[in-house]
């Protein structure tokens, strides 16, 4: 009977030993995976002190898990805003919820070691074992993921800001190309019908205008494709003298066709004395 106490008592122990191995292997594994994970996963006692700072961790913040085991969670983060953490731990130990995620609110800052502060999102979780909560903060460093955002909402407005330009460009050039049509066509219609009688010195004037006119289409045209090659930093604008009054005189011509017709007295009023214009024209 003692023998066979003593052999169901070594089977028990074994088993034992079996399970304690087991679970010691659990552990290993366990930690072996946290340890690995890009993430940085710290946890931290009811106390706020670090008790876990896994290879992630030591990646982005620059410590060596010796350096913070059982440090404050604080020195991981800007003086700033060191109150406010620990009121919002405080609120999340209280509360029902076992997870949460900290920068729901506002963006969760982190500080490195050399002091270099960092954009960051985080979670904390809470477990209670053996009487004792342990709280788990999982962090991502979103430096790059950040710049990367603020740069295509800076390419963003750029591409509106340049798309708006080309809208009041082509509808001010719509403009300006109407103009002169509409004087071309005006002049064209009046020789075409004859309604100053046969043709004459009058009709010649008036084809004068159309030539004048079509140059200046012609011109317009010529500096849609300019203004294109300009962008491209393949062309400089071509400054010269200019005289104000010739300036004014050709304007006149391509519109009093259309203020005529529009029952609109055109006149001008301009001094022979301005000074030139250094300007493209």
């Not at 990367?148 to 750029?158: D, I, N, V, W, Y």
Request: charged share 25%; hydrophobic share 40%.
């Amino acid at each position: 009977i003692l023998a066979i106490l003593v052999v169901i008592s070594g089977f028990i122990v074994w088993q034992g030993g079996r399970s304690e191995t087991r679970r010691q292997a659990s552990e290993a594994r366990l930690a072996g995976i946290l340890d690995i994970a890009p993430e940085a996963v710290i946890t931290i006692g009811s106390d706020m002190s670090i008790q876990l700072f896994n290879q992630g961790a030591e990646r982005i913040f620059g410590y060596k898990s010796e350096e913070v085991a059982g440090q404050p969670l604080e020195i991981l983060m800007p003086k700033y805003l060191r109150n406010g953490h620990r009121s919002h731990v405080e609120m999340f130990d209280q509360s029902g919820d076992t997870y949460r995620l900290m920068d729901r609110r506002q963006e969760i800052i982190g500080l490195k070691k050399d002091g270099t502060e960092f954009p960051a999102t985080a979670s904390v979780s809470k477990l209670e074992i053996g009487g004792e909560k342990i709280f788990t903060v999982m962090m991502q460093d979103i430096t790059e993921r950040k710049h990367t955002r603020e740069a295509l909402s800076a390419a963003k407005g750029e591409a509106e800001t340049a798309n708006r330009a080309k809208s009041e460009f082509l509808a001010a050039m719509s403009h300006d190309l109407r103009t002169p049509l509409n004087a071309i066509l005006g002049f064209a219609d009046i020789i075409g019908h004859q309604y100053f009688g046969p043709i004459g010195d009058k009709y010649q004037e008036y084809a004068g205008d159309i030539h004048s006119s079509g140059e200046h289409l012609l011109t317009l045209v010529n500096e849609i494709l300019d203004l294109s090659a300009i962008e491209a930093g393949k062309q400089s604008l071509v400054k010269e003298r200019l005289s104000a009054v010739e300036i004014v005189a050709e304007c006149c011509k391509i519109v009093e066709e259309k203020a005529r017709s529009s029952g609109i007295e055109l006149v001008t009023k301009i001094s022979d004395k301005l000074p030139s214009l250094y300007a493209d024209k």
